[in-house]
């Protein structure tokens, strides 16, 4: 027998499938915390992040994405936290901010297992130093290996750095638009 059939869902279980369900309905559009929280009926705390995290997981495990949360490109939501669902194969341009932040994350996370690992080689007192100093430089190794993201990185964001420059300069545009059409300028006399 498996689990589904033995007993119902955990509690953290059944909030990570309601915002699964919620997201999934919103694929790839601009969602936050709070957004979440009014749609799934969570409140905006430990709880709903703990969904989000189970829910990124099972995204994953689906061949979907669920982005990490970063500040919005939208002008009306500038600054403003938000995360992305994207259905498997449907992810567009705007994830490689995503992919860049991730693979940024796990370099920083491979220095720092390579300087631990050194350091603790290095050490006189340590359980077994040589294990330590093998994953010393595998981490070194791999570093090296993907040392060339930031280079393509810095190629992808240049792209995109320039199409966004220009869709704020048109959504600034656009809104200043909606500003005269609405607040039209006092006739002069």
């Given at each position: 027998?498996s689990?589904?059939?033995?007993k119902?869902p955990t509690?953290?279980?059944q909030?990570a499938?309601d915002v699964?369900l ?6 790839g ?5 709070q957004d ?6 969570l409140?905006?705390?430990s709880?709903?992040?703990s ?9 994953a495990?689906d061949?979907h994405?669920?982005?990490q949360f970063m500040?919005s ?5 500038r600054?403003?936290m938000?995360?992305r669902?994207?259905r498997?194969g449907q992810g567009?341009?705007?994830?490689a901010?995503d ?7 796990s370099?920083?996370s ?7 690992c050194?350091f603790?080689?290095a050490n006189p007192n340590?359980?077994d130093?040589?294990a330590?100093?093998?994953?010393a430089?595998t ?14 990185g810095s ?5 995109q750095?320039?199409r966004?420059q ?6 600034d545009l656009?809104?200043q638009?909606v500003q005269l059409?609405?607040?039209?300028p006092?006739?002069?006399a």
């Amino acid at each position: 027998m498996s689990r589904a059939e033995d007993k119902p869902p955990t509690r953290a279980e059944q909030d990570a499938v309601d915002v699964l369900l919620w997201l999934y309905a919103r694929a790839g559009h601009e969602v936050s915390y709070q957004d979440i929280s009014a749609g799934v009926g969570l409140p905006d705390g430990s709880r709903l992040r703990s969904a989000v995290r189970r829910a990124r997981v099972a995204a994953a495990h689906d061949g979907h994405r669920l982005e990490q949360f970063m500040r919005s490109k939208d002008p009306l939501r500038r600054q403003k936290m938000v995360t992305r669902f994207h259905r498997a194969g449907q992810g567009d341009e705007f994830g490689a901010r995503d992919a860049l932040l991730a693979c940024r994350k796990s370099v920083a996370s491979m220095a720092e297992m390579q300087r631990a690992c050194a350091f603790e080689a290095a050490n006189p007192n340590s359980v077994d130093a040589e294990a330590f100093s093998k994953m010393a430089e595998t981490a070194d190794g791999a570093m090296r290996m993907v040392s060339g993201v930031e280079g393509l990185g810095s190629k992808v964001m240049k792209n995109q750095r320039t199409r966004t420059q220009m869709a704020e300069r048109i959504a600034d545009l656009e809104a200043q638009v909606v500003q005269l059409s609405t607040h039209p300028p006092a006739a002069s006399a």
